[in-house]
């Protein structure tokens, strides 16, 4: 496929932007006269195993993405730090003469790890295919799709990364492809950023910006991450959730022991341990760990008004996820986004099903996830459930219990983090240039652009904005019910071909 070259030089001399509706049209017809060689390259992307931690398949797919970057005529390159075990960041530049704005364009292309027996047959990680419809919904693989053939806007495309995020990478450089093709030039200098992290916390971010601070300055961090909203309308998220995990173990006898022979004497660790999670949240969702949400941020009347215009979709999810009724009656889905969380991510003792056995196991574990909102600090909010554990009568500890502190505490539990946490971040409302993205997202489409003051999940927002101090905005292009992070992820297909649209009126705001 022969992409467009932006030529600097005749940059200058190029008129006015069109009116964004004619824009948009230009970009339509040459995403349709380009879909099959746009699919061919995002499935050969999707091929790549992305495993965070896989740092030789991490670089396979850094070096594609500069080979992407580079037949578009974008100037790119791979930023690296001098540390171990850190994967690169893939970065681009386009300058455009006379702009007094510079953009930068964020995406990640690391995965979440994979378990292939549990994806539905035929659908694979890391062999992209095309399905009727989610595996949910009865969707099945079609076997007949050959490459260059028609592809049904309607139709999914499966993989790991297919929507978090290489779909940002697809989306991204393919606006720029055909906002060059359509003869119009980006209004703001565009740097591109597409991070190989991610999906572990971006432990190196730091150490990136600060190798590489001057090529990583910009007005505008635009951040194409998560999902539209749940109705497929297009939105603008102002600001994402801070994440900390803790890991929790807690210790039981030194071997297993036989259930009749010692139950009923020797204390079993799981059971102590379902005891002291059921003591951090009752059934009606409220968080009984003292303070937990005594130091977050009051939203703003603006933040008010945001959150109750977004159109309802609570009584559609809980009919298509089996829900009687949420976790915190009243609250909808998205106001739930301002607010601190703590969740189970799992909780492991013995076996179950096939593998099950009479015994009291040795140890019990469990991983909570606490999501942040401003106010709340990542170090805090740990220190609050950890004063909550010991006045649960826990002896916390950071490592295995010695004798002596088996035989002096009944309740032994080890407390992990493993890492320092991310803190939320968000971007004022009204703030100008936030309201001019707005602007262009809402000149694609004929309904009002959702106005989501926080993301549900986590980017690593807050590190940016304290080190570089730009103003920073996430707009998702991917359907909401794509399965990522879990199997059989997916992504719409019509989702990115709207997103191309999106981007290109984007680059070319004013």
């Not at 893939?90 to 994806?119: C, S």
């Not at 409220?286 to 977004?310: K, N």
């Not at 359907?479 to 999106?502: P, R, S």
């Amino acid at each position: 496929m022969r992409f467009p070259r932006f030529a600097p030089v005749l940059l200058a001399s190029v008129t006015p932007l069109l009116a964004a509706t004619a824009l948009q049209e230009k970009v339509r017809a040459w995403r349709v006269a380009h879909e099959r060689e746009i699919i061919g390259e995002f499935r050969d992307l999707l091929a790549i195993p992305n495993v965070a931690v896989d740092r030789a398949n991490i670089r396979r797919n850094a070096d594609f993405i500069v080979a992407m970057m580079k037949r578009r005529g974008i100037d790119a390159r791979l930023l690296e730090v001098a540390a171990p075990n850190v994967n690169p960041v893939v970065f681009g530049e386009v300058r455009v003469p006379g702009a007094t704005r510079t953009i930068m364009l964020y995406a990640h292309f690391d995965g979440q790890p994979v378990n292939p027996a549990q994806w539905a047959p035929g659908w694979e990680p890391f062999a992209p295919k095309f399905a009727t419809a989610p595996v949910e919904q009865g969707g099945k693989i079609i076997e007949t799709w050959r490459l260059g053939d028609p592809v049904d806007p309607a139709w999914r495309l499966t993989g790991r990364g297919a929507a978090d995020d290489k779909a940002g990478v697809m989306v991204l450089l393919n606006a720029y492809s055909a906002l060059v093709a359509s003869g119009a030039a980006p209004t703001a200098n565009l740097k591109f950023f597409f991070d190989g992290e991610e999906e572990i916390g971006s432990p190196n971010l730091r150490a990136v910006i600060a190798a590489h601070r001057e090529a990583l300055a910009a007005d505008l961090w635009l951040i194409l991450d998560g999902p539209c909203h749940p109705s497929g309308r297009k939105q603008v998220v102002f600001g994402v959730r801070g994440d900390v995990n803790v890991h929790l173990t807690a210790f039981g006898p030194k071997r297993p022991l036989h259930s009749g022979n010692y139950g009923n004497w020797a204390p079993n660790p799981s059971q102590l341990l379902v005891n002291l999670l059921a003591s951090m949240k009752d059934d009606t969702g409220r968080v009984l760990v003292p303070g937990f949400a005594d130091d977050v941020t009051p939203l703003t009347a603006a933040e008010r008004r945001a959150f109750a215009a977004i159109p309802s979709i609570e009584g559609e999810l809980q009919r298509e996820l089996g829900l009687a009724r949420p976790e915190v009656p009243g609250r909808t889905l998205f106001e739930g986004f301002a607010v601190p969380t703590l969740n189970i991510n799992g909780i492991q003792g013995a076996n179950v099903g096939a593998q099950a056995a009479n015994v009291i196991p040795t140890t019990a574990r469990a991983v909570l996830d606490l999501r942040l909102v401003p106010g709340n600090d990542a170090k805090r909010q740990v220190a609050k459930v950890v004063a909550h554990i010991k006045a649960q009568g826990w002896h916390v500890l950071d490592r295995e219990p010695t004798d002596a502190e088996r035989a002096q505490h009944a309740k032994l539990i080890r407390v992990e983090t493993r890492g320092a946490g991310t803190n939320a971040q968000r971007t004022p409302l009204d703030a100008p240039i936030a309201q001019a993205v707005v602007a262009a997202v809402q000149s694609t489409v004929d309904y009002p652009v959702v106005q989501l003051p926080t993301l549900g999940g986590t980017l690593p927002l807050i590190v940016i904005e304290e080190l570089l101090g730009p103003k920073l905005l996430t707009v998702p292009v991917v359907n909401a019910d794509n399965n990522q992070h879990a199997e059989n992820e997916n992504v719409k297909v019509q989702f990115l071909w709207d997103g191309i649209e999106t981007y290109a009126a984007l680059m070319t705001m004013r």
